[in-house]
């Protein structure tokens, strides 16, 4: 048995081999280059493919890997945005995900956002390079007490919700088209996403992004949220749409958002630059220079556990496909 990866990086060889020791029945090749219709020629005589992208998976290289006889398919992430389902099921695949390789990852990287913005690190960085150490004017705001509003209470969600109720004794309320039962007893539950732009301080989202969920957050959204509102996305760059965003900032009705996904992210995250000017994007130049914006690229989910579960769970799954065993995480693309 065969199974090949695409887009491998440097830090998953070594959970990458783990998984190989344990597993000396399955012979196993990989690329560092993403799954495209350039490189799917690549699994030639494999039985199955593991892949991980934030580009999306292109028809064309689907049909080549189906062409070589192909069709069971695991991606060793949680957001499954990058597939068209049509495509899967009309090459026939079988796709499985990782949706639990660690949302404490996702869920405490977004704390840090919210803290990081509220006691305006970015700004006392800048001061402290500069040689200035006075407090004043840099003065903070805290968490405790303050309204945060949690879109999607998923796996990651709702470690998010806990972190911030139970860690900052904020005042939590969530909402969700599908209520997680063990949130239920915490009374956070809004009855409608508009009550929550309303009522929230802080608002952090943690949903999928669906086609019928892009720009979630639109300006007609924020208009309904609070002055002065915080934004947090460690979802999907297209939940938020960016020109709202910018006029949201402009005016002052947000005073500040951290954004670990941006919409245009692809060709500049996991990318090197010769510094941050020399990215030829006018909403990243606009949102990198501000001081109430913090950018972090795609990081939140880059944690030593998450990144060997999405290894072995992806592995996992995929063999036990190739094998006939039903997988851990198998996707209904039929949905
Ligand atoms: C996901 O798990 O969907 C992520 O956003 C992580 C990334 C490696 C694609």
């Known amino acids: 048995m065969k199974i090949y990866v695409f887009g491998l990086r440097e830090d998953e060889i070594e959970p990458l081999n783990q998984w190989k020791v344990a597993n000396s029945d399955v012979d196993v090749d990989y690329t560092t280059e993403i799954l495209t219709e350039e490189t799917a020629n690549l699994a030639k005589g494999a039985d199955g493919v593991v892949a991980v992208q934030t580009q999306p998976y292109s028809r064309h290289a689907l049909e080549i890997i189906h062409d070589l006889g192909i069709n069971k398919f695991s991606v060793r992430n949680v957001g499954l945005d990058g597939f068209n389902f049509k495509d899967l099921n009309d090459f026939g695949f079988t796709l499985t995900y990782v949706p639990v390789y660690s949302p404490n990852a996702i869920a405490e990287h977004a704390s840090f956002l919210v803290g990081r913005l509220l006691r305006r690190v970015p700004e006392f960085d800048k001061k402290f390079q500069s040689g200035n150490f ?121 005073a500040g958002a951290g954004l670990d996904v941006l919409e245009n992210e692809n060709g500049i995250f996991q990318n090197e630059f010769d510094s941050v000017e020399a990215v030829d994007d006018p909403i990243f130049q606009n949102l990198a220079h501000r001081d109430n914006v913090i950018i972090t690229p795609h990081t939140a989910f880059y944690t030593e556990r998450a990144v060997h579960n999405m290894i072995f769970d992806s592995m996992n799954d995929n063999k036990a496909m190739i094998s006939g065993k039903e997988p851990k995480n198998a996707v209904d693309t039929h949905k």
Request: contains cysteine; aromatic residues 6%.
């Open 134 to 254: 006075k407090w004043f004017p840099t003065i903070g705001t805290e968490i405790s007490g303050k309204t945060v509003g949690v879109i999607g209470t998923g796996h990651i969600g709702s470690v998010f919700a806990r972190i911030m109720r139970f860690g900052y004794g904020a005042n939590v309320i969530a909402y969700d088209i599908d209520p997680n039962p063990a949130l239920e007893n915490l009374g956070i539950y809004v009855d409608t996403l508009d009550e929550l732009l309303e009522k929230s301080d802080i608002i952090s989202i943690h949903t999928p992004l669906a086609p019928k969920d892009h720009h979630m957050l639109d300006a007609a959204a924020i208009a309904k949220m609070k002055d002065g509102v915080y934004l947090i996305n460690c979802a999907r760059g297209g939940l938020l749409d960016n020109n709202a965003l910018i006029d949201g900032l402009d005016s002052g009705k947000i």
